[in-house]
């Protein structure tokens, strides 16, 4: 598909049939040009001359109104993944890291330290940087969730998207659930390519009721979806390993038993507990190497300017013209 | 006769000259107005009232469709972000990118937002207004403000004591756009997939700002659940107020023209000096000397010398 950067241009189009009503060649003087005999070739050569000045106004003129080829999807193989980055948004990803952030005082004011969430952000911020061939979207979750992106292979958008909740704090509380269940939509209708990933990155805290583990599994199932699980562990969490009955674990560390029904599903998942930034750090590439594998992506032929090739061919015709001027007869004896 | 041929040619030449420099994808520096805003959209309860212009619509939905209108047409190199007001604070959902490059992201997120994606059920303009300007100040670059909302404070303030502004006045410019109907109307309650489940009623809605009432409770006073506040309307002098106060400017909407033009006014604009491509201008000083080229020789008048065709007597000898 072809298309025009500046339409507006085009308006100096009808300046092309200036040269069929112009002939633009030296006239001379004859006493009567009835007596000449009619020379076809130089019938065709008045109309060749005049085509060609009429193609070059054309050219000029597409050049000035910027043609292009539109940009093009093509299929390739390559290295590539549809990644859901479901980021918590709860005001605990405002708290410093465990381990890893020095000078903090005992209550941490924001803005003199990096909270978890800003780390997260950049750390994530650099693992789509690195993969260009990814196609991102962005879910946050708090008290409700919020698709902030759906999934877009245009970095410039995803690091705009990445970076924005970096600015201020995050919101109130957190609702794991629904933001997994929700972001999981974002695979709806879309052609299943290679690897599809949610990285789920949050310190946990969250019950997952009978209902919504059925539908978060029953998604994830459908979607085909890898889940991995950044685990940013608060100062107060005993981990997600620790052994702990079920009930102590409700109470004290429900993050335990989120984990426990993911790893039961018996769907690729993996949970990645980082309680520095250098552990999340080591995680991120982790994946990164784990989502090496060969797929089916979309590359986008980004739109090409065809301008330089109509002033080529106006350039070459005008060059044309310009040299059968020398060879204009001046005076017919 | 000659001289004109020459003229012909040093015309041609010319063009085929200034065709030849645009190889060389010369530039200009120059200073041109750019536009950078963060559309903050009120997503509180009241913004569901369906009393703006366009029938059936709501004042979030209105103000999204009339928005994203109006971002369509902004010239290209502007760049837009999103946000969203409720509670007492502005979310920022995405830094300020170019609209035409990222048009389908931009009008999808646009277009996503949604009041229930709220965090709390609160509906403090003012705080959220003046944490819209902090958050704009914390960004990089000149950024301009564009905040959505009907006024509508939900608990409301207390006179005495109202939210005040700590920044400094005009030091992020932009608009304070008022959303809704002059006639207090009442605030539909929606269900989870958005079906009207009746509205808030009078007893249901705080009257008097949290301080008060809870005096009145300590004092053993009856709880006022009679007044208007669970009722909406655009609180047009209020939103005048506050834009006063902290050098906005306030628009009310009620078409996309209307913003249209307020988002591309001179005094929001932002002065950068761009890299203007003049291809274009050589290649049309080309065309020009082409036409003055073919111009430059004798006009269709009469006959043409070489045009053959009929003639008013046959030949006298043919080949």
Known sequence: MFGFADPLGLILLPLALL?????????VAYSSIALLPVDRLSDALNWILRLLAAISVIAIVLGISGLFRSEESVARIGQGAQTVILLDSSGSMDTPFVIGNEKNSRVPKWGTYTSKGQIARRLLAQYAAQRTQ????????????????????????????????????????TDLGTGLIRSLEFFDGKAFTGSRIVMLVSDGAATLTIPVQDQIKRLLKKHRVTLYWFYLRTESSPGLDTEMATATAQQIAPEQLVHKF??????????????????LQQAIAEVNKLQNLPIRYTDIVPKRDLSPWCFGIALSLLLMLASTKFCELQEWH | MSGRRNVQIALLLLAAALLAATFARPTLQLPRQTFRYVMVFDITQSMNVMDVSAAGSTRLEYAKKTALDALSEMPCGTEFGLALFTGHRAFLL?????????????STMLSSIDWRMTWEARSEVAKGLYKSLELLKALPGQTRLVFLTDGHEAPP??????PQFAGDKGAIRGLLVGVGGALPVPIPKLDEEGAVQGVWKSDEVMHIDSFRAEKNAREGKLALNSGT???????????????DNTGLTYHRLTETAGLSRELKSAALAIPKITTTDVRGMLALAALLALVASLVKGP????????????????PLSGK
């Open chain 1, 262 to 279: 993911f790893s039961e599903m018996e769907l690729p998942y993996r949970a990645f507990p980082a309680e520095n930034p250098q552990a």
């Open chain 2, 299 to 314: 006009l269709t008048r009469g006959r043409l010398p070489l045009a053959g065709g009929s003639q008013a007597f046959p």
């Open chain 2, 94 to 106: 995405i830094t300020p990118i170019e609209i035409c490059a990222n048009y389908r992201e931009l």
């Open chain 1, 19 to 27: 040269p069929l009503v112009v002939h633009g060649q030296s006239a």
């Open chain 2, 229 to 243: 506040e669970h009722l909406s309307s655009l609180r047009e002098t209020y939103l005048q107020g506050l834009a």
């Open chain 1, 134 to 173: 990814d196609m991102f979207a962005l879910f946050l979750f708090s008290g409700n969730p919020i698709p902030v992106l759906s999934l877009t292979e245009k970095q410039v958008v995803v690091q705009a998207a990445i970076a924005a909740g970096s600015i201020e704090r995050s919101l109130a509380s």
């Open chain 2, 157 to 162: 303030l207390n006179p005495d004591v109202p």
